[in-house]
């Protein structure tokens, strides 16, 4: 079967960092997804790890351990637009399941 | 540079109509895949193809129809409108999983109101 599980709710202050979590079963994985999605618009592609370890892109950097089907989501110097949903997804057969997401509240 | 396209993006039905929510990619993807968001709640998926011919039910198929009879589009059908289908309806689109980079193209959203 297929089951994900992230926090519902991060609240983090701008400036700071923030870490999501993300465990995952699944099967045939490819690898984890991670996207973003701001309120009223459509889910943005931020990473993917088909590999174990990090990967960095900018402010964002995403992690994935594929012994321990667990995966991070780290956003670092947090700004006000980085309020929104996050969901990590993961790649495996032809259901991508997104599940319900992390809502993150950045404070100023 | 369209990439994928929903249309409409707004519409209101009444309860027992019905209607087709477009979708259409010009990046020749294989996988394309509807979803549905409700308030507050993460994109369930209702349907999905491989490719022209091919589809399967997602996790919320009841009350859905769909056809693939190309590879660009790949309409999602409402046979008969209730109020618990409204949502906001995304469509997506990738390449072939073992080539592609794990990415789902997004439309905007079709915003549906079911009265």
């Known amino acids: 079967g297929q089951s994900l599980e992230q926090p519902s709710e991060v609240t983090a202050v701008e400036g700071a960092i923030v870490q999501i979590n993300c465990t995952y079963q699944?099967?045939?994985?490819?690898?984890l997804s991670w996207y973003q999605q701001h309120d009223g618009g459509a889910p943005t592609f931020l990473s993917y790890?088909?590999?174990?370890g990090l990967e960095e892109t900018g402010r964002f950097s995403s992690f994935l351990s594929r012994s321990d089907s667990y995966g991070y989501l780290l956003l670092q110097e947090l700004q006000m637009k980085d309020s929104a949903s996050y969901f990590c997804?993961?790649?495996?057969?032809?259901?991508?399941?997104f599940g319900a997401g992390t809502r993150l509240f950045v404070k100023a | 540079n369209a990439g994928v396209t929903q249309t409409p993006k707004f519409q209101v039905l009444k309860t027992g109509q019905s209607m087709t929510l477009q979708c259409a990619q010009d990046?020749?993807?294989?996988?394309m895949s509807w979803y549905r968001q409700d308030p507050g709640m993460g994109l369930r998926l209702i349907h999905y193809?491989?490719?022209?011919?091919?589809?399967d039910q997602g996790e919320v198929p009841n009350g859905y129809n769909v056809s693939r009879s190309t590879t660009e589009d790949f309409p999602l059908r409402l046979l008969s409108a209730a109020p618990s289908q409204t949502s906001v309806y995304f469509c997506?689109?990738?390449?072939?999983?073992?080539?592609?980079?794990?990415?789902?193209?997004f439309g905007e959203g079709s915003r549906l109101t079911v009265l």
């Open positions: 997506a689109s990738s390449p072939p999983r073992s080539l592609g980079s794990g990415e789902l193209f």
């Open positions: 790890n088909a590999l174990d």
């Open positions: 193809s491989v490719g022209a011919g091919i589809t």
């Open positions: 997804v993961p790649t495996g057969g032809f259901k991508t399941i």
């Open positions: 699944t099967s045939g994985f490819y690898g």
């Open positions: 990046m020749n993807h294989e996988y």
